[in-house]
């Protein structure tokens, strides 16, 4: 693939709710790794996010690339939550 070629990340203002509201009710395991302070999310958001069914949360430090921010703890939560499935 050429530097032409971009990949767009998943946005919190584009929720897959509106794209597949099945998601929403699925039995399929779903991890929100939250962030604190963070800077994206919003409350209207947390709280779609919290209604869906089969979802666990983890709160992890970080602003806006929590990835950059928090990779170890993103790692260990990714980790646990697998190991419970």
């Known amino acids: 693939m050429g530097p032409w070629v971009r990949f767009r990340a998943w946005q919190p203002r584009c929720r897959p709710v509106a794209n ?23 409350e209207r958001d947390l709280e779609i996010l919290r209604s869906w069914s089969h979802s ?10 929590l990835q950059e921010d928090s990779p170890d703890d993103i790692g260990k939560a990714l980790a646990a939550w697998y190991d419970a499935l």
């Not at 509201?21 to 929100?32: E, G, Q, R, T």
């Not at 666990?56 to 690339?65: D, I, Q, S």
């Open 20 to 42: 597949g509201a099945h998601i929403v009710l699925s039995n399929i395991p779903k991890l929100f790794i939250n962030v604190e302070p963070g800077q994206i999310v919003f």
């Open 56 to 65: 666990t949360e983890v709160v992890v430090r970080g602003l806006h690339h």
